[in-house]
Each structure stands twice: as structure tokens, then as C-alpha cells.
């Protein structure tokens, strides 16, 4: 969140379009992100009650029926997506949400659940928790500010670069504190495949 925000306010302060609107752009952009950290939440749960099951360890969708999971769920993509309704919602916003969702369900659920596919399971969380929403806010709100990126696109293309390398190192460090777990589970994460100490080594 932080790096998103400090982009929003870089935007604003580059911005020549003297808004009124800009701290609802901002509440709406929190809530939609307080949206989208409920939904992968839930969903990474959903995804994770067998491999938990065996790990004994708790896992709240596991815990509640099944209808009560789409209840759940439903409403949170809801307070995701609906605020980009009013912040602006163009096909290219609406490609990168429908990404992003997509993303959640083909890292999580079989038969694709990438996180076990070793490096491509890296690659995919650093993309949807770091990437796409840096893309989609740099987007977004260069348009709702009339910003004009086109002499920007370097000074983007390293912070993207950088918010990768960031996304990767944090899911590498997430996977190495649930090592021993994921391993009893039989979940082929990265770290497990790799070996913890190859790992910590790289």
C-alpha cells in the first residue's frame, strides 16, 4: 500500500488539474484495496483448506459452510471493483481488475494453482500483489489527474522493475517461514522444491 499511495501523491503533485475530488479518488482507492486484501484472503483460504487440513492448522473458509463462502467472497470482489465505477472505469481499468481477480484464482485453485509451479509461483504473486496494482493506480490516476507520462515511461518501467524484485523477495521469505508446514502438506512451493538451504543461499 504505501508505494501505491506515495504514486498517487507523485501524480497529484504533477497534476495542473486542481480537483476538488482527489482525497474521495483516494478513500475510494482504499476501499478498494481494503476489497482486494479481503478477496485474496478469502480466496488464498478457499484454496488452501485440504493443504491446511493436513498441516492442522486453522483456516476460516474451511470452517463455514460452502454456501457461506460464495457469500463471503461475492461481497468482497464487490467493494474491490465497485469503486472504480466512480474513479474511472474504461476497458483498460477494466482489464486490469478482471487480471487481477484472475490472477488470484489461477495462483490459488487447482488445476492451475501456480504456486506450486516453483519459479512461475514467484513471478505471478510479485505481478498480482505488486505489479498490476502499481500499473493500474499509474494509470488510473495519470488520467483522473491528466497527467502526461509520455516522457515518464523509463522512470515507470524501473519502479514496475523494482516493485517486482520487491514482490519476489517478500513471497521467497513468506515461503520459507511456512517451509515445514508446506512440506508435511506436500505443497510444492518454490522454497520446498528448491530446498530451504539452496534458498537461503540464493
Same mark, same amino acid.
Given at each position: ?11 497529484m ?9 482527489w482525497y ?6 482504499l476501499?478498494?484495496?481494503i476489497?482486494f ?23 476460516f #473458509? ?5 454456501m457461506?463462502r @460464495?457469500?463471503?467472497? =461475492? %461481497?468482497?470482489i464487490a !467493494?474491490a471493483?465497485?469503486p472504480?465505477?466512480f474513479?474511472l472505469?474504461d476497458?483498460?481499468?477494466i482489464a ?8 488470484y ?7 492451475f494453482?501456480?504456486k506450486?509451479r516453483g #519459479? ?7 505481478i @498480482?500483489?505488486?505489479? =498490476? %496494482?502499481a500499473v493500474? !493506480?499509474?494509470y ?5 489527474g491528466?497527467v502526461?507520462?509520455?516522457m515518464?515511461?523509463?522512470g ?13 523477495r517478500?513471497i521467497i521469505m513468506?515461503?520459507q ?5 508446506d512440506?508435511n502438506?506436500g ?8 530446498g ?6 540464493l
Amino acid at each position: 500500500m504505501p508505494p501505491l499511495l506515495v504514486i498517487i501523491y507523485y501524480l497529484m503533485s504533477r497534476s495542473s488539474y486542481q480537483s476538488p475530488d482527489w482525497y474521495q479518488y483516494i478513500l475510494l482507492f482504499l476501499l478498494s484495496s481494503i476489497g482486494f486484501g479481503i478477496m485474496g484472503y478469502l480466496i488464498n483460504d478457499w484454496a488452501d483448506i485440504k493443504e491446511n487440513s493436513l498441516q492442522q492448522r486453522p483456516n476460516f #473458509m474451511g470452517s463455514i459452510p460452502a454456501m457461506w463462502r @460464495y457469500v463471503l467472497t =461475492l %461481497p468482497a470482489i464487490a !467493494v474491490a471493483v465497485v469503486p472504480w465505477y466512480f474513479l474511472l472505469f474504461d476497458k483498460i481499468v477494466i482489464a486490469l481488475l478482471s487480471i487481477q481477480i484472475l490472477c488470484y484464482l489461477v495462483y490459488s485453485f487447482y488445476p492451475f494453482r501456480i504456486k506450486e509451479r516453483g #519459479m512461475a509461483g514467484l513471478l505471478l504473486d510479485a505481478i @498480482y500483489a505488486h505489479v =498490476l %496494482p502499481a500499473v493500474l !493506480v499509474i494509470y488510473a490516476f495519470s488520467q483522473l489527474g491528466h497527467v502526461d507520462l509520455t516522457m515518464g515511461f523509463l522512470g515507470c518501467g524501473i519502479l514496475l522493475c523494482y516493485l517486482a524484485v520487491v514482490g519476489v523477495r517478500n513471497i521467497i521469505m513468506h515461503q520459507q517461514k511456512d517451509f515445514e508446514d508446506d512440506k508435511n502438506a506436500g505443497t510444492k512451493t518454490f522454497v520446498v522444491s528448491s530446498g530451504l538451504r539452496k534458498t537461503n543461499v540464493l
